[in-house]
């Protein structure tokens, strides 16, 4: 079973940790070492649910929407994502350079197609810019993927 990550980053931390509760709670349901993770791992939810999986025997994939797309990232992430990429059983690239929200939607793109299920930590809102999570929701949703979204009751983002 393939399950994929998408969702909101700069979560505040009573989100963050009710978000990685729903995030355990899923992947219970798919457990063991049949599970493949799918993610971006980008900070926040993309790195817990890569923690998560890894944690619990699944495998890791990880798809890099851009070549500059860690730098892109906070600094202070650079150390976990470089831990979690020497632990990915597979890599995919789209192959762009910049990472711009073209790249970040062409990754969202592959992730989908490479998924059975895309567990979205999502508000329900509109994207504040193309490639965000309620895109990513939509594109999934188009091509027939199902979508779990996952948002604490009353949370705001």
Not at 53 to 72: I, K, M, N, T
Not at 73 to 79: F, S
């Amino acid at each position: 079973m393939h399950v994929g990550i998408a969702g909101h980053r700069g979560l505040n931390a009573e989100v963050e940790r009710k978000v990685r509760n729903l995030l355990e709670a899923a992947l219970r349901d798919h457990g063991g070492t049949d599970l493949v993770g799918v993610s971006c791992i980008a900070d926040g939810p993309d790195v817990w649910f890569a923690e998560y999986v890894l944690a619990h025997g699944g495998r890791l994939e990880v798809v890099v929407p851009a070549e500059q797309y860690r730098e892109s990232l906070p600094e202070e992430h650079w150390l976990i994502y470089d831990e979690l990429m020497s632990r990915t059983s597979e890599v995919h690239r789209t192959g762009m350079a910049a990472s711009d929200s073209a790249a970040h939607m062409a990754g969202s793109e592959i992730l989908v197609g490479l998924v059975d299920e895309l567990l979205a930590v999502w508000d329900g809102k509109p994207a504040w810019a193309y490639g965000g999570t309620a895109d990513v929701v939509a594109h999934a949703e188009r091509t027939g993927v199902p979508v779990r979204v996952l948002w604490p009751e009353g949370a705001s983002h």
